[in-house]
Nanobody, 121 residues
Framework: QVRLVESGGGLVQPGGSLRLSCAAS????????MGWYRQAPAKQRELVAN???????NHADSVKGRFTISRDNAKNTVYLQMNSLKPEDTAVYYC???????????????WGQGTQVTVSS
């Protein structure tokens, strides 16, 4: 069974920085895309950024120039460096992996439990 665990969330003042990490445990044969999503109260979950296996990235317009996604394939870990944080970045952040657990297996969709990020003075 695959389990994703996020870390690095917390309370930060506007303009501050945080770095989120997401590590996978369990049997993952191959991880293709990795991504970060967020969900603010009373809002739908939205894509923040994703990164393909070869390192191609995509960032939401709202975070471009402030957030950077990266990954370490050897560790099956994805990171989100968040700079110049704003109150509107406050949300629960979830990591997502798309991958397979063995050769030839269909691609699965795996989610972490979420980590709270609060930007407030």
């Amino acid at each position: 069974q695959v389990r994703l665990v996020e870390s690095g969330g917390g309370l930060v003042q506007p303009g501050g920085s945080l770095r989120l990490s997401c590590a996978a445990s369990g049997s993952l044969f191959r991880v293709n895309a990795m991504g970060w999503y967020r969900q603010a109260p009373a809002k739908q979950r939205e894509l923040v950024a994703n990164i393909s296996r070869d390192g191609s990235t995509n960032h939401a317009d709202s975070v471009k120039g402030r957030f950077t996604i990266s990954r370490d394939n050897a560790k099956n870990t994805v990171y989100l460096q968040m700079n110049s944080l704003k109150p509107e970045d406050t949300a629960v952040y979830y990591c997502n992996y798309k991958g397979s657990t063995y050769l030839g297996a269909p691609q699965g969709d795996y989610w972490g439990q979420g980590t709270q990020v609060t930007v407030s003075s």
